[in-house]
C-alpha cells in the first residue's frame, strides 16, 4: 500500500512570496490533516479535511494561509504571503475513516523563508 | 487547554542501556495516547497507541505504560540500539474533542552511542 506522498520536499523562498504544498492521502482515507512543525516543537494542527470538508481551522491563520481539498483525494496547502515565522516543516497525514483513527504521515515539506 | 510537556529534550546514551522516556499532560481526560518515532528529514511513524482504559502496550523492545490521574506516559526503550537515534514525540487525544485533534508534545532527541 502506497503512502501518504507529498511535494516539494524541500522549498526556500524570500519572504512575501508565496508557495503552494500538495499531499497525496493514501486512498481511500476520509480524513486528512495538515500540520506545522516548527524546529524543536511537535507537530500543530492547522487543518483537518473529513472528505473534503472542513472539518477544524482553528489553528490556520486565514489571512496568510488557505487549504482546499478538491473531491476529497488531494489537497494542497497555500501561504501567500510567506513571512519567516512560516519556516517549518508541513506535515500531511491520512486516516481511513473518522477523525479518532490511527494517522499515517507523509515525509514533509520542509519550507524555508528567507 | 490540553499540554504536553516531554522531558528531557535531549537524551544521549550508551549502546545496550535500557532507558526511558517521559511525556505529561495536564487534562487527563483523554481518549488515548500515542508515541511516534520521527527520523531526520521523515514523517512520523507511530510506535504505540494506549487506549484510556489501557495501562500499557509492548512492541518488541518498546513497552508505553499510562498513568491517566497523574497525567503520564512513559515510553521504555529495551536494550538500546544505533538505530534507535531519532526524536520520539507523544500525542493525546482530548474526550472533549470531536474532531479527534492530536495534541503533540515537542518531542525527545534521543542519540545511542555504539
Known amino acids: 500500500e502506497a503512502g501518504v506522498a507529498q511535494s516539494p520536499r524541500y522549498k526556500i523562498i524570500e519572504k512575501r512570496q508565496s508557495v503552494a504544498f500538495w499531499c497525496n492521502p493514501i486512498?481511500?482515507?476520509?480524513?486528512l490533516y495538515w500540520y506545522q512543525q516548527i524546529l524543536g516543537q511537535g507537530p500543530k494542527l492547522l487543518i483537518q479535511f473529513q472528505n473534503n470538508g472542513v472539518v477544524d481551522d482553528s489553528q490556520l491563520p486565514k489571512d496568510r494561509f488557505s487549504a482546499e481539498r478538491l473531491k476529497g483525494v488531494d489537497s494542497t496547502l497555500k501561504i501567500q504571503p510567506a513571512k519567516l515565522e512560516d519556516s517549518a516543516v508541513y506535515l500531511c497525514a491520512s486516516a481511513p475513516g473518522g477523525p479518532y483513527n490511527e494517522q499515517f504521515f507523509g515525509p514533509g515539506t520542509r519550507l524555508t523563508v528567507l | 487547554k490540553q499540554e504536553v510537556t516531554q522531558i528531557p529534550a535531549a537524551l544521549s546514551v550508551p549502546e545496550g542501556e535500557n532507558l526511558v522516556l517521559n511525556c505529561s499532560f495536564t487534562?487527563?481526560?483523554?481518549?488515548?495516547l500515542q508515541w511516534f518515532r520521527q527520523d531526520p528529514g521523515k514523517g512520523l511513524t507511530s510506535l504505540l497507541l494506549i487506549q484510556s482504559s489501557q495501562r500499557e502496550q509492548t512492541s518488541g523492545r518498546l513497552n508505553a505504560s499510562l498513568d491517566k490521574s497523574s497525567g503520564r506516559s512513559t515510553l521504555y526503550i529495551a536494550a538500546s540500539q544505533p538505530g534507535d537515534s531519532a526524536t520520539y514525540l507523544c500525542?493525546?487525544?482530548?474526550?472533549?474533542?470531536?474532531?479527534?485533534?492530536?495534541?503533540f508534545g515537542q518531542g525527545t532527541t534521543l542519540q545511542v552511542k555504539p
Open positions: 487534562d487527563s481526560a483523554i481518549y488515548n
Open positions: 486512498s481511500g482515507h476520509a480524513t
Open positions: 500525542a493525546v487525544r482530548l474526550l472533549s474533542s470531536n474532531t479527534g485533534k492530536l495534541i
